[in-house]
């Protein structure tokens, strides 16, 4: 499943930051995947997942007052890659016990590793 680079990614991201949401829908769509919707909160996040039917959505592990562990747990029908600025060694339990696909640092945000994660 969306193992080729030249396959097309629809992407929802959801995360709290306004500036990061915008850097990353810039960086991604020069990479080739279409940012279809973003969303700052679980709401937001069920709302457009429900709405746009993104292939993969990419939601933060911490929303301010929302775990994004808890927003991955609500969306059905995509593909869940946790992203944070947290090291993955301090979050590995609650991201082997969550249903996402994977998880990246945002420092590590690329098409290539969405595809990456995708094509596992």
């Known amino acids: 499943m969306l193992s080729s680079a030249t396959t097309a990614v629809r992407c929802l991201i959801v995360d709290d ?7 990353a829908v810039t960086m991604l769509a020069r990479g080739g995947i279409t940012v279809v919707g973003t969303a700052q909160n679980g709401a937001e ?11 993969v959505a990419l939601v933060d592990v911490d929303l301010g007052a929302e775990s994004g ?18 090291d993955e060694q301090d979050l590995i339990d609650l991201i082997a016990d969550s249903s996402a696909r994977g998880f990246l640092p945002k420092f590590a945000l690329s098409p290539d590793a969405i595809r990456g994660v995708l094509s596992r």
């Open 69 to 86: 562990f808890d927003v991955a747990e609500e969306l059905s029908g995509v593909a869940v890659i946790l992203i944070s600025t947290h």
């Open 45 to 55: 996040a069920v709302r457009q997942n429900t709405e746009l039917r993104p292939d």
């Open 17 to 23: 930051s306004a500036a990061f949401r915008d850097a």
